[in-house]
């Protein structure tokens, strides 16, 4: 059986409380974000633990997972300016209090967690290594919706990208650029029912023009945007990050 703990604490970044649960006993940490808002424990519930019970069970990976906060104001409609400074909390919150967590219960004040997020729990992943290279070892966006606009609905006049989480991605520059340089970012979609792959095409794009590599998978048509296409592939692709 897999293990399991949960956490709860307060946080002055946010009116709620800060939740994490982590599944597993020993092995690389991985934070994986929930997809449209969801909870901390929104993937225990779609089965995508179950899918990763190998890996766990052998110790090759501790999975970790927070509340989807940023998406889920997206979804609420909020300004862009509202998003940008939640985006800035939500941010400091994984850095400065979620990293450290996982570091302590790792028992290793420098291991570098693995990120993955799917839907719109990917550009949090890829914004995240981005933003910090220097403590995230790689980063796994799956069946990513990167070009967020500000009206999450798609209705007119709401053409313009909202500003985070990968907003300056296509202008990094210096030092933060050469660590994420050295980093490994994996970028895969399915071709099939709501699947998007122009946006992970684009990002692809975007980061090689940075000089930064990204492997990009395009998973064929079969391939809708469901958790079963995440629990069915996500496994095979950490496996190489471990």
Same mark, same amino acid.
């Given at each position: 059986?897999?293990?399991?703990?949960?956490?709860?604490? +307060?946080?002055?970044? /946010?009116?709620? $409380?800060?939740?994490?649960?982590?599944?597993?006993?020993?092995?690389?940490?991985? *934070?994986?974000?929930?997809?449209?808002?969801?909870? /901390?424990?929104?993937?225990?519930? /779609? #089965?995508?633990?179950?899918?990763?019970?190998?890996?766990?069970?052998?110790?090759?990976?501790?999975?970790?997972?927070?509340?989807?906060?940023?998406?889920?104001?997206? *979804?609420?409609?909020?300004?862009?300016?509202?998003?940008?400074?939640?985006?800035?909390?939500?941010?400091?919150?994984?850095?400065?209090?979620?990293? $450290?967590?996982?570091?302590?219960?790792?028992?290793? $004040?420098?291991?570098?967690? %693995?990120? %993955?997020?799917?839907?719109?729990?990917?550009?949090?992943?890829?914004? +995240?290594?981005?933003?910090?290279?220097?403590? /995230?070892?790689?980063?796994?966006?799956?069946?990513?919706?990167? #070009?967020?606009?500000?009206?999450?609905?798609?209705?007119?006049?709401?053409?313009?990208?909202?500003?985070?989480?990968?907003?300056?991605?296509? #202008?990094?520059?210096?030092?933060?650029?050469?660590?994420?340089?050295?980093?490994?970012?994996?970028?895969?979609?399915?071709?099939?029912?709501?699947?998007?792959?122009?946006?992970?095409?684009?990002?692809?794009?975007?980061?090689?023009?940075?000089?930064?590599?990204?492997?990009?998978?395009?998973?064929?048509?079969?391939?809708?945007?469901?958790?079963? +296409?995440?629990?069915?592939?996500?496994? +095979?692709?950490?496996?190489?990050?471990?």
């Amino acid at each position: 059986m897999i293990q399991k703990q949960a956490w709860t604490w +307060t946080t002055p970044r /946010f009116p709620e $409380p800060a939740r994490m649960s982590r599944w597993g006993h020993f092995g690389t940490p991985v *934070l994986i974000f929930p997809t449209a808002g969801g909870d /901390f424990e929104e993937i225990e519930r /779609f #089965h995508l633990i179950d899918s990763l019970g190998e890996l766990i069970e052998r110790g090759r990976l501790k999975a970790y997972s927070v509340d989807g906060l940023w998406a889920r104001a997206w *979804l609420s409609g909020q300004t862009p300016a509202g998003l940008e400074r939640l985006y800035d909390g939500y941010d400091s919150f994984l850095y400065e209090e979620a990293l $450290p967590r996982i570091r302590q219960d790792c028992r290793d $004040p420098r291991i570098e967690p %693995v990120l %993955v997020g799917a839907s719109l729990g990917a550009p949090i992943a890829i914004g +995240t290594l981005c933003r910090h290279p220097d403590s /995230f070892r790689a980063a796994i966006g799956m069946s990513g919706i990167y #070009h967020l606009t500000q009206d999450p609905c798609g209705n007119a006049g709401a053409q313009q990208p909202a500003l985070a989480p990968l907003a300056g991605v296509a #202008h990094l520059a210096g030092q933060p650029l050469e660590r994420l340089r050295r980093r490994v970012i994996i970028l895969g979609s399915g071709e099939g029912e709501y699947e998007n792959s122009a946006d992970s095409r684009r990002l692809s794009e975007i980061l090689a023009a940075q000089g930064v590599a990204c492997r990009l998978s395009l998973w064929g048509p079969e391939r809708d945007h469901t958790w079963s +296409t995440w629990r069915a592939l996500l496994a +095979t692709t950490l496996a190489d990050q471990l």
